[in-house]
């Protein structure tokens, strides 16, 4: 039996149902079912704005960012 993908939706009513006829030579076998929600495809501008709200995000008033230190000094290239 050859894996097969099925993208179905969820009822309101919270219940996924599934039909799917393999034939007679399928018939008896134990089988696998991953279910995995799919996530929509967010455009640019929805992934700019998820990415922007996340910004001060931190609840924890203890956070604290802490020294990032000095920067390296190197020598400069020709």
């Known amino acids: 039996m050859s894996p097969i993908v099925l993208t179905s939706k969820v009822g309101s009513d919270g219940v996924l149902q599934l039909t799917l006829p393999l034939g007679p ?17 967010l455009s640019q501008e929805e992934w700019r704005k998820r990415v922007l709200s ?13 020294d990032q230190g000095e920067y390296e000094e190197r020598t400069e290239l020709p």
């Open 25 to 41: 030579a399928e018939a008896n076998q134990e089988v696998n079912i991953t279910v995995q929600p799919l996530r929509p495809t």
């Open 54 to 66: 996340t910004a001060g995000s931190i609840p924890d008033p203890t956070f604290v960012r802490h």
